[in-house]
């Protein structure tokens, strides 16, 4: 069986050059990003939990460049 991650990376995490050498030293066979890159600034309304959007949203890395980082 082939083990994936997803992770959710922002400038306060786990790097993704840290990240895909760790990964692929412990055997998983590839990782996934959510692509988060267009959160306002403001948020004008709440989840539905009714909570505010969480910091991390507007903190995520572009998915495209940190995979390439993770790929070299």
Do not use: K
């Amino acid at each position: 069986m082939r083990v994936s991650i997803t992770s959710m990376l922002t400038d306060e995490t786990i790097g993704p050059l840290r990240l895909a050498r760790d990964l692929e030293e412990r055997g998983f066979a590839g990782l996934y990003l959510p692509e988060h890159t267009h959160i306002p600034v403001e948020a004008a309304s709440r989840l539905p939990s009714g909570e505010p959007t969480p910091r991390a949203y507007g903190r995520t890395l572009d998915p495209f460049v940190a995979l390439g980082q993770a790929a070299a």
